[in-house]
């Protein structure tokens, strides 16, 4: 174990309930649009356990040949990615201390079996923004370390309407989620998730705004 790094925040419990439902119905919409798809590893091709959608002007998307990156249409119907929830603009001005807005939203939807190994997001062209992410639903176990992949890590368990935000130094910290905890919320409705399972929503700048000074 480690303490987390500078600049990784914790915020249990920002959203409450209801909050948290009307989010889920704008998600909701958002996979209705903009179908989930199942990314998949660099080279290797090999298949993420996480689906992900994405709404926002840039959408994180992966594939044997393209490899990590943002995209602009979705990789299916190649229609536009749809609007970021202004509640979740109103998330990112209240907690990410930025000047600008996200421009990509990343929905990661977990069946209870899904994980997600130890990795940076660093496929952004600014890393003076943080990422906020939001959990929704089942609560997950999530390990956050430093710099390097190989260093000493904190776990701690994130629950249904918790916020993260990774600024500073954490902002390029090795993460993952080690596991979900099934069946320990019941936001989500299981016929139409996959499962039950959980969401987790993280906001990003993708491209460096001019109000960014260098
Ligand atoms: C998850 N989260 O919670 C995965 N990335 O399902 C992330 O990968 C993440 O929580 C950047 C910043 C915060 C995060
Ligand atoms: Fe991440």
Not at 16 to 30: E, H, K, M, N
Not at 91 to 118: F, H, I, K, Q, T
Not at 181 to 208: A, K
């Amino acid at each position: 174990m480690a303490a987390p790094p500078e600049g990784f925040r914790y915020l249990p419990g920002l959203l409450g309930p209801d909050a948290q439902a009307a989010l889920v119905a704008a998600l909701r919409c958002i996979a209705g649009e903009a179908p989930l798809y199942r990314p998949a590893m660099p080279k290797s091709g090999r298949p993420f356990s996480v689906r992900m959608t994405n709404a926002g002007s840039h959408g994180w998307y992966s594939d044997k040949e393209t490899g990590y990156g943002y995209i602009g249409r979705h990789p299916g119907t190649g229609q536009p990615w749809p609007a970021i929830p202004p509640a979740l603009l109103a998330l990112w001005r209240e907690v990410s201390g930025y000047p600008a807005d996200p421009e990509c939203c990343l929905v990661n939807v977990y069946a209870p079996e899904a994980r997600m190994g130890l990795h940076r997001d660093e496929d952004e062209d600014t890393f003076a923004a943080p990422v906020v992410s939001l959990s929704l639903g089942d609560s997950a176990v999530f390990r956050i370390g430093g710099p390097t992949r190989r260093g000493p890590t904190t776990s701690l368990k994130l629950h249904s309407g918790d916020v993260v935000v990774l600024a500073g130094t954490a902002r390029l910290a090795y993460h993952g989620i080690d596991r979900i905890l099934g069946g320990s919320s019941r936001l989500l409705p299981p016929h139409e998730w996959g499962g039950g399972g959980r969401i987790n929503v993280t906001l990003r700048r993708v491209t460096r705004p001019p109000e960014e000074t260098s």
